[in-house]
T-cell receptor, first 112, second 115 residues
Framework: EDQVTQSPEALRLQEGESSSLNCSYTVSGLRGLFWYRQDPGKGPEFLFTLYSAGEEKEKERLKATLTKKESFLHITAPKPEDSATYLCAVQDPRAAGNKLTFGGGTRVLVKP | DTEVTQTPKHLVMGMTNKKSLKCEQHMGHRAMYWYKQKAKKPPELMFVYSYEKLSINESVPSRFSPECPNSSLLNLHLHALQPEDSALYLC??????????????FGEGSWLTVV
């Protein structure tokens, strides 16, 4: 069965302290890797879709990159409002309807 | 702001009640989804509708009954639920089910508490 593993499970940062979140996956024939941000008690908010190794996408202080086996979400000079759980998910071409498989998430807390 | 709207935001129901969760999207998407999310866990897929037809049921108990009245609306009918069914229920939509790189957009969710 395909696995999506996110690390670390939790990350405490000082404001301005850059860091990276990891999402490793085992699915073959990846059709898309998705990053979402989720605030407590709310639905996941779409951030990025990555399709192929070497691809990078940026949005404000966030930058997502993709290799053949993992993706990184870099947070540059984070602010307290970047505190959230970050979820990655992969689209499995072998699952019915190209179902998304989610990782367990990384809870990020940015302290002022 | 999300373009997938869910109502109600919070629902408390007894184990003998019948209630419904509602979802609406105005993005012209043809696939709609119900997910269930427990605290500190990722969303789990429950149902997928594609072109208003149920295409995936992830072995969900029959006390959950989905309905897709039209391409913009999705309901989840609830009956005889158990306390362990308490969770955040997420509606989502995408352009089409199964397409490569098919981005799924989520609503804000409905918090369900079963007492």
């Amino acid at each position: 069965e395909d696995q999506v593993t996110q690390s670390p499970e939790a990350l405490r940062l000082q404001e301005g302290e850059s860091s990276s979140l990891n999402c490793s996956y085992t699915v073959s024939g990846l059709r898309g890797l998705f990053w979402y941000r989720q605030d407590p008690g709310k639905g996941p908010e779409f951030l990025f879709t990555l399709y192929s190794a070497g691809e990078e996408k940026e949005k404000e202080r966030l930058k997502a990159t993709l290799t053949k086996k993992e993706s990184f979400l870099h947070i540059t000079a984070p602010k307290p409002e970047d505190s959230a759980t970050y979820l990655c998910a992969v689209q499995d071409p072998r699952a019915a309807g190209n179902k998304l498989t989610f990782g367990g998430g990384t809870r990020v807390l940015v302290k002022p | 702001d999300t373009e997938v709207t869910q109502t109600p935001k919070h629902l408390v129901m007894g184990m003998t009640n019948k209630k419904s969760l509602k979802c609406e999207q105005h993005m012209g998407h043809r696939a709609m989804y119900w997910y269930k999310q427990k605290a500190k866990k990722p969303p789990e897929l429950m149902f997928v509708y594609s072109y208003e037809k149920l295409s995936i049921n992830e072995s969900v108990p029959s006390r959950f009954s989905p309905e897709c009245p039209n391409s913009s609306l999705l309901n989840l009918h609830l009956h005889a639920l158990q306390p362990e069914d308490s969770a955040l229920y997420l509606c989502a939509s995408s352009q089409a089910q199964g397409a490569t790189g098919n981005t799924i957009y989520f609503g804000e969710g409905s918090w369900l508490t079963v007492v």
